[in-house]
């Protein structure tokens, strides 16, 4: 589909919501708009619109600006220039010269984003008012004061076409921008946000400047403040920081270009190196205010949803494709609708055509029925609660509406689609999905053009006059989230069957409540020549029971708010749970089911099995796929058939190819089973009540294999230097990886966290990301990683970039100075001091999210651990010193045994 761009390539506030239910005391020069649902706005004298939506349910905050700049106010000439800028402003101000790494010593979760209506900015980080005074003051400065620099130009220029060298390699993605080109032919939004490659590398300061100048101004912007925080506050914080800036004397005109009515079907033909087909179209619709733009929504569900979907049934289900999807674009002027089929090499491509066009056009013959719309309602309804309800996703989600024309189309959209009805569907179908309206493969002239309506603009205003929203959702408890609390608040126990549990109940906003559940199973002789067999056993646990199909699973699991992820390989399978407090017994109960009672239905079978052999076909000329492989395979010491081995793109067709449904029967039956196993819980819930479901659910299913913990055992690492050329690929990649003979628990393991942080481990502040990305411009996204083994002495120390081809000199010589720099002259205290920061304000992050809690919660169970070693290694980092962390980095890091693959078109695009 079409990507939005982002400038990334990946003392708490207690306060709760209940006692800021007053409206907070209006500083001088602000005034209060108008509140829906527990969100208020307010707008400052120079024309910023202020959203503060105060949720205390978990200890961070959010700081979001939207910007109503995009690809759609570029003129000729300047295609990716709001792109452009948005990595530009991460560069500084004389104020906040270091952006990017002040946000990194902070511990915040940054990124920047851009789109066809607007650009955004924001930053997530524990909650304290030291960090939010900071984060409004820095997003205040570079609003006007940003360098936007000849020399920052000059080095982001090649992360840039980095950037889009990376999206080369993704023919889906080229094939959308390409059809987006041929549906608009007069509008920006055919125009890809990242901009032609001759605007972005052409670009002059000055212009780059009268842009910037233009439209990042308070009149231009709406600042949104989510989660915990007091509104008193912090609107006079905004009012210090955003109000001294004056109002700006210029006019910004709106945009009026618009495409004609559609006369005809428009084809597209894109051919490149790969095995995997695609079949894409779009329709034109409505704006994003616009009352059908619900209607869409539904219809995109409908269509492309697996497995409920339409285009499921008619293209996969038939072994037609191997995966669908669809998706109702949400833009300010009339948009799209986009549908995508996915095929292997062996399907043709003209039936799955013809049957992907029959399905959308003919609804005349084939009727929207109740039953459709009342899922796609209750899917897209649950969504939007699950958003609503967590304060981050929130307040990063309001861009979208702001970017449509207010940002109580969130709620607007919500309770259109709430009322919407299946005629409505129907006439939005028979009106828009027709074939002069469709981007698709071929122009074919018609005499009698059988044309949509005219679309217009829509006042998103006019629209919303007398709008109220709905009553305010329950809220949470401000919850502390240090380890001993967590320690304190979490019950531990072992349940009847054998799985050890952690269960930590609180109040959150909406009941939301997560859980995790992982059970064990097999050694290393037993699983001997099973791996393909029981990743697949996996993939089919919620495809049918012996009562359920797999569309009665699926419609359960809406019924009861659930979103339930089931996946496993040759040792374990693991689920993953999000619903609320009301549903979350019901919800455990079918997963159990699911667990105990799978049918394993052959039709599924056959599907997944398809879908498992397309992958491998479209890895196979991936870069990045194709070094991974190659990395893994060196480092492999185990003959074929050994659950460690690392097989070969050949050798993993062939074996997936090979399983029968016989196999994958006599897996479970002789492997599955609840005697070994972890499940955490985390939200609102009833404990005693989960814990009688568990032991109902899992009682008397234990596995009869025997039961060994696999574990990859050390072997002295030795160098590798590979080069392999992938044809056609404008990305390649590099990556490297060391084998440490140590645990998580080493002596040096705390010292040589840290030293990975400064080194490559961090934000845009690290080393590496400095020099290779900052500097030299080469890589859209580089860093370093450090995994350590709490099992066994085998833990890995690796880097990673990805970069053009001909940059691969630049790069290793780079990043071989840089290796070479750290273990010479070592890194400083201020390195040190910032990196501990980071890496502690980081960790309790996380930890303020649910989710992420219950998987640490079921690692630490697996560990045989509890909090009380979070605690610990969380102090054994702060103390660890500059002499230490030098001296671990020192220790473990040899650069003559560093394994390193790179992939990409070598051939076409030699080095330099």
């Known amino acids: 589909m079409v990507k939005m761009r982002g400038v990334i390539a990946l003392g708490l506030l207690t306060v709760s919501l209940v006692g800021w239910a007053k409206t907070p005391s209006l500083p001088a020069g602000v005034t209060q708009v108008t509140t829906v649902e527990g969100v208020t706005e307010y707008r400052l004298k120079n024309g910023l619109q202020v959203i503060l939506a105060p949720d205390s349910s978990k200890p961070t905050t959010t700081v979001n600006i939207t910007y109503r700049v995009g690809s759609r106010m570029e003129n000729y000439g300047e295609t990716g220039m709001a792109h452009l800028l948005e990595h530009l402003m991460f560069k500084g101000t004389p104020k906040h010269p270091t952006i990017a790494a002040d946000l990194s010593h902070r511990g915040m979760r ?74 608009y032919q007069w509008h920006n939004y055919g125009k890809s946000t990242i901009g032609a490659r001759t605007d972005v590398e052409n670009v002059s300061i000055p212009h780059l400047q009268a842009f910037y100048h233009k439209y990042y101004q308070p009149d231009n912007a709406t600042l949104v403040v989510a989660g915990s925080f007091d509104p008193s506050k912090t609107l006079a914080l905004i009012n210090k920081d955003f109000g001294s800036i004056p109002k700006p004397k210029r006019v910004i005109e709106p945009t009026y270009t618009l495409d004609p009515v559609q006369d005809g079907e428009r084809e597209v033909t894109l051919r490149r190196v790969g095995d995997v087909k695609y079949v894409e179209a779009v329709y034109h619709s409505v704006a994003a205010a616009h009352p059908d733009n619900a209607a869409f929504k539904i219809l995109a569900y409908i269509m492309g949803d697996t497995p409920s979907g339409r285009l499921h049934k008619a293209l996969v289900e038939k072994g037609l494709a191997t995966a669908v999807s669809a998706e109702s674009f949400n833009l300010d002027e009339p948009g799209v609708i986009y549908f995508e089929a996915d095929l292997s090499k062996e399907q043709s491509l003209d039936k799955a055509k013809a049957a992907f066009i029959d399905t959308i056009e003919n609804i005349h013959e084939h009727p929207i029925t109740d039953q459709e719309v009342e899922r796609a309602k209750a899917n897209l309804l649950n969504d939007i609660t699950q958003t609503f309800n967590d304060p981050e996703s929130f307040g990063i989600s309001l861009s979208t509406a702001i970017a449509n024309g207010d940002w109580r189309l969130f709620f607007l959209n919500r309770d259109r689609i709430q009322k919407i009805t299946t005629q409505d569907v ?31 603009r829509v006042d998103a205003k006019e ?3 007398g709008y109220t929203g709905n009553k305010i959702v329950s809220q949470a408890e401000a919850f502390d989230v240090s380890p001993l609390n967590i320690q304190k608040r979490t019950e531990w126990g072992t349940l009847a069957s054998g799985v050890r549990y952690a269960l930590l109940p609180k109040k959150t906003r909406g009941s939301t409540v997560f859980a995790q559940l992982n059970l064990h199973f097999g050694d290393a002789n037993n699983l001997k020549d099973k791996s393909e067999v029981a990743k697949m056993v996996a993939g089919l646990l919620d495809r049918g029971t012996d009562k359920l199909t797999r569309q009665q699973i699926s419609d359960r699991f809406t019924e009861l708010k659930a979103q339930v992820s089931i996946t496993g390989g040759p040792t374990g399978v693991s689920v993953s749970v999000l619903t609320d407090r009301q549903h979350l017994a019901d919800t455990l109960s079918l997963v159990t089911d699911l667990l105990r009672h799978s049918s394993f239905p052959e039709s599924e079978f056959k599907q997944l099995q398809r879908a498992a052999i397309a992958t491998i076909e479209q890895e196979r000329t991936d870069p990045q796929a194709i070094a991974g492989n190659a990395l893994s395979r060196h480092f492999n010491h185990y003959p074929k058939g050994d659950v460690r081995y690392v097989s070969t793109f050949d ?85 490297m990886k060391l084998s440490l003979p140590i645990m998580e628990d080493d002596p040096s393991a705390p010292a040589l966290k840290v030293a990975n942080t400064i080194f490559g481990g961090g934000f845009l502040s690290s080393r590496l990301a400095t020099r290779i990305r900052q500097k030299e411009g080469i890589s859209y996204g580089v860093g370093s990683f450090l995994r350590l083994n709490d099992k066994t002495k085998n833990s890995t120390l690796g880097a990673y970039a990805i970069y053009a081809p001909q940059n691969l000199s630049r ?25 501990k920061q980071s890496l502690r304000q980081s960790a309790a992050l996380g930890r303020a999210q649910d ?62």
């Open 651 to 735: 050798e993993v067709e062939t074996d997936v190819k090979a399983i029968t449904l016989e196999q994958i029967k006599q897996f479970y039956h002789d492997f599955y089973g609840a005697n070994r196993g972890e499940f955490a819980v985390v939200g609102d819930f009833d404990p005693q009540q989960i814990k009688s479901v568990l032991n109902k659910g899992l009682d008397q299913w234990s596995s009869a294999a025997h039961y060994e913990l696999v574990l990859n055992e050390y072997q002295t690492p030795t160098a590798l230097h590979e080069v392999i050329n992938t044809p056609d690929k404008a990305n390649a990649v590099f990556i």
């Open 426 to 456: 129907e006439r939005v179908a028979e009106t828009w999905f027709k074939s002069s309206n469709r981007t698709l493969g071929e122009f074919i002239p018609t005499a009698k053009p059988d044309r949509v309506p005219y679309a217009t």
């Open 811 to 835: 790069l290793e010589q780079a990043f071989k100075e840089e290796t070479d720099k750290a273990l010479k002259d070592g890194f400083s205290e201020t390195e040190v001091k910032e990196a």
């Open 110 to 183: 940054p990124n920047g984003t851009t789109w066809f209506d607007r650009t955004n900015y924001f930053e997530t980080f524990s909650a304290s008012e030291d960090n939010l005074s900071w984060a409004l003051a820095m997003e205040a400065d570079r609003m006007v004061n940003s360098f936007i620099a000849r020399k920052d130009l000059d080095s982001e220029m090649t992360v840039v076409r980095n950037e889009m060298e990376k999206d080369e390699n993704d023919a889906s993605g080229i094939l959308m921008d390409k059809l987006m080109a041929t549906a």
């Open 463 to 465: 629209q919303l006059k």
């Open 851 to 912: 989710d992420a809690l219950a998987g640490l919660l079921t690692k630490l169970l697996f560990d045989n651990h509890d909090m009380t070693y979070v605690e610990k290694m969380d102090n054994d980092l702060q103390q660890v010193s500059v002499a230490e962390a030098n001296q671990a980095f020192k220790k473990w890091v040899t650069p003559a045994s560093f394994a390193e693959v790179m992939a990409g078109d070598f051939n076409k695009h030699p080095a330099k």
